[in-house]
């Protein structure tokens, strides 16, 4: 087994960083041989098409969770057209995002005069609360001092609003890394202690259906929640008559204010790289609330988890209707279980999401063979264990942090699953193997609707629930020689 930098291997789930060809159990060789572009030790020096997003798409869409936020980017103009481009094309909303627009001189003599021009240009056209300021690999690389220079641009003009800058150079991490890098850093700038008798709610990359969900259950305790951030009107509104400069929603201002005064903060997930900062964390060393750390709530098990928490935090259980939904996905369990039993798959995308969805498909009968993730946190094998500790047990269980869809490919090939589970850039190979995709995560680019997709709460589940055991009834109804119509 191969451990990751600085990890020990675990017991039990075997892993890597990517490169093919790592020993199984039993002494064979994994993988489809020496993939090219690997060194002589196997490792990758090269990626062929990433799973992972760039650093500073992440924290666009963090600064879009924050109420009368606007991002900008320090950079070149294409960085903020290719986010919106993606972003818009997943969650068909429209989403502005400033650019400084670097330009050759910048590149020599520094971008600070485009920066400052850019700000006020933003300001001037959308009056924001709030301008999120996210670096590019170009600014990061010729080494703009970026926090002196938005210190600079304030003394300039006591007019402006809230400046928020993050670094988030694309070589420094993946998009989690700069949506969790942003988060922060959101949290730094405007939380504040003001009296409250919430929670405060750090999920990591989620729909924004998963969003709604969130305020609901803290609902059920009769108490408010503070998600942040909280992009489940502004990228999913209703339609509106003229599109307003500033989206509607977002994580409320004055909800900011009270982070350090609720009652508790519980981080959802939350993996990323070394170096990057929880906000939950801050939120504890600086006002001494009680924090929480847990995998995101899919699935029966990690539910649980989360409502036990809010019940310890407020002294009270949820409203019957939590419990009403818990059991009737305990009763589809029971019915579904037979076409799920010994079922295989394969599981890609964000960190946070691998760990969620691997514990849930383990819970209903069906086993990972494979976790893949472009993230480098170097703790994705040990969140597995935590989440659901049988996985330990799985000796033939590959997990591949640092992963491009070249490796995913050859897993999945390799293991000859039953699904794919993870997000649409999968599509090609689910389409080569034949083997069906359930899409989950961000990106899905090919099917309408992936912004409401629910995957949190006893309800995310069950949808995901009915949505494998009618996939995995359809792929053997429509391969039976006698097309039976009757499950």
Request: aromatic share 4%; hydrophobic share 40%; with cysteine.
């Amino acid at each position: 087994m191969t451990a990751l930098p600085g990890q020990a291997p675990s017991d039990g789930i075997r892993g890597d960083t990517g490169a093919p060809g790592g020993t199984a159990a039993g002494g064979k060789k994994a993988g489809t041989g020496k993939k090219a572009g690997t060194g002589k030790d196997g490792r990758p020096v090269s990626t062929t098409n990433a799973c992972r997003m760039c650093m500073p798409l992440g924290a666009c869409l963090a600064f879009a969770g924050v109420e009368g936020t606007v991002p900008i980017l320090h950079g070149g103009q294409g960085c903020a057209t290719y986010i919106r481009r993606y972003l818009i094309s997943h969650f068909n909303e429209p989403l502005d995002i400033g650019s400084s627009s670097f330009d050759e001189s910048a590149t020599v003599f520094g971008g600070e005069a485009d920066l400052a021009q850019g700000i006020h240009n933003l300001v001037t056209a959308y009056g924001p609360q709030v301008v999120g300021v996210a670096t590019t690999c170009l600014a990061e690389t010729i080494g703009e001092d970026v926090p002196q220079i938005l210190t600079r641009i304030r003394r300039g003009d006591a007019h402006l609003p809230e400046i928020i800058g993050v670094s988030t150079p694309s070589y420094a991490g993946t998009h989690a890394d700069g949506y969790q890098a942003a988060v922060t850093a959101v949290v730094e700038a405007l939380a504040g202690d003001e009296p409250g008798d919430g929670v405060t709610l750090l999920p990591g990359i989620v729909s924004p259906a998963d969003l709604r969900h969130l305020h609901e259950l803290a609902g059920a305790f009769g108490v408010p929640a503070t998600v942040v951030p909280d992009f489940s009107d502004s990228l999913d509104g209703p339609i509106a008559a003229e599109h307003p400069r500033l989206r509607p929603g977002g994580t409320p201002l004055h909800g900011l204010a009270r982070c350090g005064g609720n009652i508790a903060a519980v981080t959802l997930g939350g993996l990323a790289a070394p170096g990057v900062a929880n906000a939950g964390e801050l939120l504890h060393e600086r006002f001494g609330i009680e924090h929480h750390r847990l995998p995101l709530p899919i699935g029966i098990r990690l539910t649980d988890d989360l409502v036990h928490v809010l019940t310890l935090a407020f002294g009270h259980g949820p409203a019957p209707w939590v419990e009403a939904e818990r059991g009737r996905l305990v009763d589809a369990y029971v019915d579904g279980h037979k076409y799920l039993s010994g079922r295989r798959a394969v599981v890609y995308g964000d960190e946070d999401l691998v760990v969620g969805i691997a514990a849930f498909l383990s819970e209903i009968g069906i086993r990972p063979v494979a976790c893949a993730s472009g993230g480098r946190s170097g703790n994705l094998r040990s969140a597995l264990r935590t989440a659901a500790p049988e996985l330990a047990d799985l000796e033939d269980l590959q997990v591949v942090e640092d992963a491009d869809f070249e490796r995913i490919d050859a897993l999945t090939r390799e293991t000859a699953p039953d699904l794919l589970v993870g997000h649409s850039k999968g599509y090609p190979t689910a389409r080569a193997l034949g083997i069906p995709l359930i899409r989950i995560g961000l990106p899905i680019h090919d099917r309408l609707g992936g912004q409401r997709l629910q995957h949190l709460g006893y309800r995310g589940a069950q949808r995901l629930f009915d949505q494998i055991v009618n996939t995995l009834i359809e792929r053997e109804q429509s391969s039976s020689p006698v097309g039976y119509a009757y499950m």
